[in-house]
């Protein structure tokens, strides 16, 4: 069974740059046709899909944060990390990594597995 933790820090200063890793156990992150998200949870708002990374590879990002954001992977370690440039308060919000089964940008995402989020504020 697939297992996802998040680690990062839990404050980051105005536009400085965030960064999260994302720990998987259970499955390797090379594993065909899966798919490792990122997504976010502003506080009163709905989840954001930020953005994910193939088991081949091949990133993909929301067009309204893709000049900000970058995911990358360690295959050794199992894991991927986001990196969010520039950050402002608005980017406060409980941060999720996910394994999908397809691209899902939107919507409900059948068979998706989540970490337990991890909160970041953005505050100086």
């Known amino acids: 069974q697939v297992q996802l933790q998040e680690s990062g820090p839990g404050l980051v200063k105005p536009s400085q740059t965030l960064s999260l890793t994302c720990t998987v156990s259970?499955?390797?992150?090379?594993?065909?046709?899966?798919?490792w998200s990122w997504i976010r949870q502003p506080p009163g708002k709905a989840l954001e899909w930020m953005g994910a990374?193939?088991?081949?590879?091949?990133?993909y990002y929301s067009p309204s944060l893709k000049s900000r954001t970058s995911i990358s992977r360690d295959t050794s370690k199992n894991q991927f990390t986001l990196q969010l440039n520039s950050v402002t308060p608005e980017a406060t919000a409980v941060y999720f990594c996910?394994?999908?089964?397809?691209?899902?940008?939107?919507?409900?995402?059948?068979?998706?597995?989540w970490g337990q989020g991890t909160q970041v504020t953005v505050s100086s």
């Open positions: 996910a394994r999908d089964l397809g691209l899902i940008t939107t919507g409900p995402a059948p068979g998706r597995e």
């Open positions: 259970g499955v390797s992150i090379t594993s065909n046709s899966l798919y």
């Open positions: 990374i193939a088991s081949r590879g091949s990133t």
